[in-house]
């Protein structure tokens, strides 16, 4: 039934999408955080296109639908999970989760500014409390004094201005939905997304800083990970 979907919808992002963070940290290890992620998006994005294909939906989709898609990956792939991959790379991965959480606060402000109708004070107070208490564990998490204090707090920031661009792209597609099937919808989110990242990791020497021999294990598995669990299961939940 649908209400056992959107259960189970809710359980994959809970519990998926929250340790794809982990994930990121094992995959950089060893790859390019750009190159990983446009990777990763790339092969995950493809299996969906060409499931949806299979399925008889049209390749070919109107121009308008790939500007939305263009927008919408730009914005949670590029800028939102890029950044948070790049950023990975001078905090910790606990402390990215803790930093993603101000995204609702950015959609409350979003919404509040498109629509020009007032949050509720119970919304209001939600928002307060959570940032509250990301603002108690951040600060304890800034206090343990990281190698290069320096690009860790420039990693904050990524992260910050990361949650703000997913909060702008959720909004986005929430007005200007892809009008095709979830998978379509996710598969053409994640090409233009990918592609893009593809052009950022060209554009900053990932290429350059790729050793193939010295690819681990560990990393490949994180990455198969993320593009089974965190992008084709838990993005499109």
Request: overall charge positive; some cysteine.
């Amino acid at each position: 039934t649908s209400s056992v979907i959107i259960v189970l919808a809710f359980a994959a992002v809970y519990l998926i999408w929250g340790s794809t963070y982990l994930a990121i940290r094992y995959a950089i290890e060893t790859l390019p955080p750009f190159l990983m992620a446009a990777t990763r998006f790339l092969i995950a994005g493809t299996i969906l296109f060409c499931w949806a294909t299979i399925n008889g939906e049209s390749v070919r989709q109107s121009i308008s639908q790939w500007r939305r898609a263009l927008v919408i990956g730009g914005l949670l792939l590029l800028c939102g999970n890029g950044g948070v991959t790049w950023a990975e790379k001078h905090i910790s991965s606990g402390l990215a989760a803790l930093l993603v959480a101000t995204e609702p606060l950015w959609v409350v402000v979003l919404n509040w500014a498109v629509t020009h109708k007032r949050p509720s004070a119970k919304v209001l107070l939600g928002v307060l409390l959570g940032l509250i208490g990301v603002a108690f564990l951040v600060s304890n998490g800034l206090s343990g004094g990281p190698a290069n204090p320096t690009m860790s707090l420039i990693g904050t920031a990524v992260v910050i201005v990361s949650g703000f661009a997913w909060a702008s792209g959720s909004v986005y597609a929430n007005r200007r939905p892809i009008t095709a099937s979830t998978a379509m919808a996710s598969g053409m989110q994640m090409l233009t997304g990918g592609l893009l990242l593809l052009l950022l990791s060209a554009s900053t020497g990932d290429f350059q800083r790729l050793n193939v021999s010295q690819v681990s294990m560990v990393s490949i598995g994180a990455v198969s990970y993320l593009i089974v669990f965190g992008s084709i299961v838990a993005f499109t939940a």
